[in-house]
């Protein structure tokens, strides 16, 4: 029988409220030449039952409990497809999203790895908040080096990736798709995105990850491996580059500390990575992403708020923040120095959040009262506004300062 074009990974785990509904999103692609494994990795419910259901499309493998890396590596050692890509079994896919995705491969030939967007939905699927997609860029280093952005449902890759990168390191159980993708692309394939939001990522209890020191811990190791590679540039061994990636690492889990209301360990973490990187304090894209990052999760059933009032909670949430650190003992130099460039960094912010809402008085009198805290700092994010207008590109507070 001729191997398929694609094959698609599906690790399960006690994934029975949602495994059918992942699995019928396959089934429906308008692309057909693609096989479907799927891992059950020691599930204790009816997973198994449940993905029977779609025997004889549906390759089932069985493993005792071994964490999501072992149960992919399963997958990736029976795969016969030239492209390999995964789907988390509470995720599902839009019907284009197979053709969508090996259109950019044959368009490029050169290209290694393709990927997309998502649009985050809840348990019931209902929507949360809008799309997200990521910028197009061929070399994901360095965007990689200071964060996941591209999540595992989110992937497609040539086979060939896989035997130069290696495969999942099943020591890892919070982050091995980062430690992945680092290696993919040191090894030198270009990455594509495909600018649509092709997954519907599904946030609820379960697939939040709450041990937030062993994410710290294991972060910090993906990352001291991707730094002490050989193949890692010149231009990104420079301290700068490492003090932005491990300090990243630790505000992106002090967010999700926070937004699980663990208020002392997560600031803790947040004072850490501004430690590392302390400009992070003056750009106001540092707070319009906390925001997002850290503000509670909508719930199936409730009712999403409007513009003003989504905005009203992340400017409320935001100098929470910001006044709860400056309040901190011993803060370090490079830290407290900078107490009235935070504040004018976050009104800019602040300003943002309003112009998205529409409401124009406040946006004036939030840049106002930046300019008022610290002119230089106002000034600067004003500026870069203007440049990224000009070339319709983000705006300015979502641009790095350097």
Do not use: K
């Amino acid at each position: 029988m001729a191997a398929p074009a694609v094959s698609v990974i599906t690790a399960a785990y006690n994934a029975g409220r949602f495994v059918e509904e992942t699995l019928t999103s396959i089934v429906a692609q308008t692309y057909q030449d693609f096989e479907m494994i799927v891992v059950d990795d020691g599930s204790t419910d009816d997973t198994r039952e449940r993905v029977l259901r779609f025997a004889p499309r549906v390759t089932l493998l069985s493993q005792a409990n071994g964490g999501v890396a072992a149960a992919l590596n399963a997958g990736l050692r029976r795969a016969r497809g030239a492209y390999v890509t995964f789907l988390d079994a509470d995720d599902v896919w839009v019907p284009r999203r197979l053709e969508r995705v090996m259109r950019a491969f044959e368009h490029d030939r050169g290209v290694g790895a393709v990927y997309h967007g998502y649009a985050a939905v809840d348990e019931a699927g209902a929507p949360l908040g809008g799309a997200f997609v990521p910028p197009p860029r061929g070399d994901v280093l360095e965007p990689l080096l200071c964060g996941l952005f591209i999540g595992q449902s989110m992937i497609t890759l040539r086979r060939a990736c896989f035997d130069r990168a290696g495969i999942f390191d099943t020591a890892l159980r919070t982050c091995p798709d980062w430690d992945l993708l680092l290696r993919v692309a040191l090894s030198g394939e270009r990455f594509c995105c495909v600018s649509e939001a092709l997954v519907r990522y599904r946030i609820h209890g379960h697939n939040l990850t709450r041990n937030f020191a062993r994410l710290v811990r294991e972060g910090r190791i993906v990352l001291d491996r991707a730094f002490a590679d050989p193949r890692l540039p010149r231009a990104l061994q420079s301290g700068a580059v490492r003090a932005r990636a491990y300090g990243h690492l630790s505000i992106s889990v002090a967010a999700r500390c926070i937004q699980q209301d663990q208020w002392s360990d997560g600031l803790a973490l947040l004072l850490d990575g501004i430690r590392a990187h302390p400009r992070v304090l003056v750009r106001p894209s540092f707070y319009l992403d906390l925001a997002e990052r850290a503000l509670p999760l909508s719930r199936a059933g409730e009712r999403q708020p409007q513009p003003a009032a989504r905005s009203d909670r992340a400017i409320g949430f935001l100098t929470d923040v910001l006044a709860r650190l400056f309040e901190m003992p011993n803060l370090p130099p490079e830290v407290a120095r900078r107490r009235r460039h935070a504040w004018s960094a976050l009104w800019v912010a602040a300003a943002a959040l309003q112009n998205a809402a529409g409401r124009r008085p406040l946006v004036v009198s939030n840049l106002a009262r930046a300019l008022l805290v610290h002119p230089a700092t106002a000034a600067a994010a004003l500026v870069r506004a203007g440049a990224a207008h000009a070339a319709e590109a983000r705006p300015a507070w979502n641009q790095p300062s350097e």
